[in-house]
């Protein structure tokens, strides 16, 4: 390979590895070229691509793209799998775990996990994790739980406090009647102390004495 297309290969590495969300590397040594296509279909529906590379143009590119914890990963035949942005980790680990098993040609060695070097038993592990939305629902729902208690909480003495209304008003429109009587007694209650306060002056005034000096002017005649 002339010096030119080496470079051109190692900034090609470059460019993926800093596109690459995570990666993982694996020894394919002795996979045939229909499970190697195979593999790679199945890791495109994911979001990753699968890449047979050179060791020493890789650690090139790793160096040169701050990947250094890579390097330890590129001893012999070595294939990368560069998982984009947005692309499904759990997933691209599963597809790996599954051709692993099925060929028992193909080896793990680890990866790159958001940039957190990984070992090949924790990119097993990662293959066993359920997929990723379910993964993204779980979380929200530990994220959410206590924020919906909280607002439960907040919201409690609210609902009490309509509750009480709601009540009160059903218990007024229950007892509607008691309460009208209740308002005409009052006023009637207060013309009674008025009358009673009354009393002395109407007794004063009776019409009894009246009949009694009519009377007696009648016998004088």
């Given at each position: 390979?002339?010096?030119?297309d080496?470079e051109?290969?190692v ?13 993982i590397?694996?020894?394919?040594r002795?996979?045939?070229?229909a ?21 020493t143009?890789?650690r090139?590119?790793?160096e ?16 990368i799998?560069f ?15 599954d ?9 793990l060695?680890?990866?790159l996990?958001?940039?957190?070097p ?13 997929p990723?939305d379910?993964?993204?629902?779980q ?7 206590p ?17 009480l ?22 006023p009637v ?15 004063a ?13 009648t016998e004088?005649?």
């Amino acid at each position: 390979m002339h010096k030119a297309d080496k470079e051109a290969v190692v900034a090609g590495l470059v460019e993926q590895l800093r596109q690459s969300e995570s990666l993982i590397v694996a020894d394919y040594r002795g996979l045939k070229n229909a499970n190697l296509e195979k593999l790679r279909g199945r890791l495109r529906e994911h979001g990753a691509s699968f890449s047979v590379v050179k060791n020493t143009l890789a650690r090139r590119a790793a160096e040169t793209a701050g990947t250094e914890p890579l390097l330890a990963m590129l001893e012999g035949p070595s294939a990368i799998a560069f998982i984009r942005t947005g692309g499904d980790a759990v997933a691209v680990a599963k597809a790996l775990s599954d051709s692993a098993r099925e060929t028992k040609i193909l080896t793990l060695r680890g990866g790159l996990l958001e940039g957190v070097p990984i070992s090949g038993d924790d990119v097993e592990n990662l293959a066993k994790l359920p997929p990723m939305d379910i993964l993204r629902s779980q979380l929200v729902g530990v994220i959410i739980a206590p924020l919906t208690q909280l607002l439960g909480l907040l919201s409690a003495p609210l609902r009490d406090l309509v509750g009480l209304i709601d009540a009160r008003i059903a218990q007024l429109e229950e007892g509607s009647a008691p309460v009208a009587v209740a308002v005409v007694e009052e006023p009637v209650g207060a013309v009674a102390e008025q009358v009673d306060a009354a009393a002395p002056e109407l007794e004063a005034e009776a019409p009894g004495e009246d009949v009694e000096d009519a009377n007696e002017t009648t016998e004088e005649e």
